[in-house]
């Protein structure tokens, strides 16, 4: 079991910056892919970025390509989601999620893939 908790949410302006973290617990955290995604209002969840077990590997919606940079820190078992330049249709909940990942280099975007989910942080960008 694999307990995520994340932070860094909050209300913010048109171009300002956020950087949520994702604390884990519970397993060994270098042998989990993680990912973000994140859920408006009256919309579903979609991903948002990931990253391997190792951190070489990252991968992006286009929406957020340039703006936001997946990270994660093994030693201190937290992944990391830094966020440029945010616009108002960014406005949603951010949720941690993840995988077991059997592959160093392997990264996930389907949600249904992953094995567990924090509780989400709210990102709110006012114009």
């Known amino acids: 079991q694999v307990q995520l908790v994340e932070s860094g949410g909050g209300l913010v302006q048109v171009g300002g910056s956020l950087r949520l973290s994702c604390a884990a617990s519970?397993?060994?955290?270098?042998?989990?892919?993680m990912g973000w995604f994140r859920q408006a209002p009256g919309k579903e969840r979609e991903f948002v970025a990931a990253?391997?077990?190792?951190?070489?590997?990252?991968y992006y919606v286009d929406s957020v390509k340039g703006r936001f940079t997946i990270s994660r820190d093994n030693a201190k078992n937290t992944a990391y989601l830094q966020m440029n330049s945010l616009k108002p249709e960014d406005t949603a909940v951010y949720y941690c999620?993840?995988?077991?990942?059997?592959?160093?280099?392997?990264?996930?975007?389907?949600?249904?893939?992953?094995?567990?989910w924090g509780q989400g942080t709210q990102v709110t960008v006012s114009s």
């Open positions: 999620a993840a995988r077991n990942s059997y592959g160093s280099g392997r990264y996930y975007v389907t949600a249904s893939l992953y094995d567990y």
């Open positions: 519970g397993r060994t955290f270098s042998n989990y892919a």
């Open positions: 990253i391997s077990r190792s951190g070489g590997s990252t």
